[in-house]
């Protein structure tokens, strides 16, 4: 397992995490499969922390909260999204044109938020790190998802997809 692997937006140097006004407009969460070594605050009941392999614990029933890590890392955790059977929320950059959103979000998606602007994600300490350097958007896995969604209070715009 790479060092990179099961991290939030990990460049090898740097963690974003996600910053917590998202999980308290968005929760609670039942599990958490991509938790950095350090997490200053609760994503899900249950956060799987690397090095433990989120995508081998039992998701069944389970409503999860998804930052996947960036970049190659990513598919597996989308793939696993497009396919679980407890609904869900995930937070990926809004590049619609990528194979990642054509193959994993587009086709199961059940509604996405994109954000308005970009997203500031935190350090693994708490404090503001930097901003994205790319749009955000927020999927949601079923109609319970997306109800948070539209109720979050979180701005941009809605779509629903199914």
């Known amino acids: 397992m790479n060092k990179s ?4 937006i990990d460049t090898g140097e740097k963690t974003w995490l996600t ?7 968005l929760g ?3 599990l ?5 070594p350090t997490m200053p605050w609760r994503t899900a009941t249950r956060m799987v922390h690397w090095p433990e392999d989120g995508l081998k614990v039992d998701w069944t029933g389970k409503r999860v909260w998804c930052n996947p ?3 190659r890392d990513a598919m597996p955790f989308l793939g696993r999204m497009a396919v ?3 609904g869900g929320i995930l937070l990926i950059f809004a590049r619609t044109d990528t194979s990642a959103w054509q193959d994993c979000i587009s086709p199961y998606a059940y509604g996405i938020l994109f954000l308005r602007g ?7 300490d708490g404090t503001p790190g ?3 350097t790319a749009p955000s958007a927020l999927v949601a896995y079923s109609e319970r998802d997306f109800a948070r969604l539209r109720e979050s209070g979180l701005r941009g715009t809605f779509l629903r997809v199914s």
Do not use: Q
């Open 84 to 86: 679980h059977d407890g």
């Open 5 to 8: 692997y099961n991290m939030n």
């Open 19 to 25: 910053p917590p006004h998202i999980i308290e407009a």
């Open 118 to 124: 970009r997203l500031r994600f935190c350090r693994p």
């Open 69 to 71: 890590p960036y970049e």
């Open 130 to 132: 930097e901003t994205a």
């Open 28 to 30: 609670p969460f039942d």
């Open 32 to 36: 958490d499969p991509c938790c950095p």
